[in-house]
């Protein structure tokens, strides 16, 4: 009997995962295991808030940049299509700088804390938005202005890729028993966010100025706006708790390439799970609109108005999955969006036509198979590492994933309509989301399972 109430008392003081889960109620913490914040409310403000704000700066972009390509780039003999192909060009370069971004904020949040990094990564964007808004033109400083505009989307490459990777961490561990797909979701809402907030500014902006004034003026506005909020997000996430846990604070800092060296197929399957759904969101939530100007001849203000309209839509779905995601597990999402984009890309492309209600449908149709990825893109890639080396472990494969994939993707697709091939662009995502598809096939289904913290 004694030796019986030695054990209970054992149990009780020395709780394993699974008990101690049991045992601590949603929004309370124990300080030293770190499992989940007291205020997992607070958290999701504090990182949605930073992120939204990040992706605000960084669409922004997106979305001018027929008037930055106009302004920043000299005009291409022959083709009007020149100055844009340069523009999305630097839209690339910023993504290549994402997967380095991703390795060493990544590794700022395994090794100073998930909070440390998500603070610098706001700085950084916030002073990258200011050097696009002050950035000379062409006729102005010749070409001294492009060197000045990639030096800029550079950083904002640096600050996206870490965000990523700090973020997701950051959000996921957050998350108590059984809402880590509602947590994960919140990743895209406020991405969701940040860009509907850049795209109704730019509409705005459009609507009530003239050609000439959104060409001298207007389309610097928003990027002051953005680095203003970027200093209103570093201050909300000072206050944000730490979700890394006292065991791996007080550890062995990892060190910058242990994830790659430890755990090289987990990377790889980062990859794989990538490809498709960075493509697919890049296409149908940012280059869409473009898309649809270039090959259907839509006009600039109506096609920012489909794409304003159709994130609204696309914010609100990402929760739904995020929890349908927890009752019946990632894959079935997964492989529904993969294999819905293979089938339905293209002939989803080839409807876009000349008018706003064409758009607004094909970008809606598109954005319900596409949440199946987005709503659960965090919770998926904070699954496959360990705590210990989990922000740069995801940032670093994540990163470059979307630099090779999703970063090219409107070059890609200005690229095929000046070579004339404009129908192969589709059968181009179409293929990439197979490949993830098979990926999706064969990746071990976590959703029920505990997450180190």
């Known amino acids: ?71 920043i780039f000299p005009k291409g003999a022959g083709s009007s299509l020149v100055p844009l192909l340069s523009t999305f060009a630097v839209f690339a370069v910023g993504f ?60 904002q490459g640096l600050s996206v890729g870490g965000e990523f990777a700090a973020s997701t961490t950051f959000l996921v561990e957050s998350a108590g028993p059984g809402r880590r797909g509602l947590f994960s979701s919140f ?77 090289p197929r987990e990377s790889l399957l980062i990859v794989g799970i990538t490809a498709g759904g960075t493509i697919a969101y890049y296409v149908w939530t940012s280059y869409l609109p473009t898309y649809a100007q270039v090959n259907a001849g839509l006009d600039k203000g109506d096609a920012l108005v489909a794409g304003t309209i159709s994130l609204v839509f696309f914010m609100l779905l990402q929760p739904l999955a ?22 339905l890309c293209v002939p989803l492309l080839h409807a876009v036509g000349d008018s706003l209600v064409s758009l607004l449908l094909v970008q809606c149709a598109g954005m319900v198979l596409l949440t ?19 922000a740069a472990g995801i940032g670093f494969p994540y990163s470059l994933a979307v630099a090779l994939f999703g970063g090219t993707a409107p070059y890609v697709g200005t690229l095929f309509e000046e070579l004339e091939m404009p129908d192969a662009f589709p059968w181009y995502v179409a293929v990439l989301c197979l490949l993830s598809a098979l990926v999706y096939l064969r990746l071990p289904e976590r959703a029920k399972e505990e997450l180190e913290r």
């Open 96 to 155: 290549f700088m994402r997967p380095v971004g991703g390795l060493l904020l990544g590794a700022v949040a395994d090794r100073a804390g998930r909070r440390s990094a998500l603070t610098l990564t706001i700085l950084l964007m916030g002073g990258s938005s200011l050097l696009v808004a002050v950035t000379p033109t062409y006729a102005a400083a010749g070409a001294f202005g492009p060197v000045v505009l990639v030096v800029a989307r550079l950083v």
């Open 372 to 390: 199946g990825y987005t709503a659960i893109a965090a919770a998926v890639n904070a699954e496959v590492f360990p705590a210990r080396v989990r």
């Open 1 to 71: 009997m004694t030796q019986s109430r030695e054990r209970s008392q054992e149990t009780d003081q020395e709780p394993g995962p699974r008990q101690a889960d049991q045992k601590v109620k949603p929004g309370a913490r124990e300080k030293e295991g770190g499992r989940w914040p007291r205020r997992s409310g607070r958290q999701l403000v504090a990182a949605s808030i930073g992120n939204g704000v990040e992706w605000y700066d960084w669409f922004a972009y997106s979305f001018l940049a027929v008037y930055i390509a106009d302004e």
């Open 187 to 263: 990743q895209y809402v406020s991405t969701t966010a940040g860009q509907l907030a850049a795209s109704g500014v730019a509409a705005l902006f459009v609507s009530t100025l003239d050609d000439g004034q959104m060409h001298q003026w207007g389309w610097r506005a928003p990027f002051v706006i953005g680095a203003l909020l970027s200093l209103a997000g570093f201050w909300v996430r000072r206050g944000a708790q730490e979700t890394r846990s006292d065991k791996h604070a007080g550890g062995p800092r990892p060190g910058l390439f242990d994830a790659l060296r430890s755990h």
């Open 322 to 343: 995020g929890v349908l995601s927890d009752r019946v597990g990632r894959k079935p999402l997964l492989l529904t969006f993969a294999i819905g984009f293979a089938v």
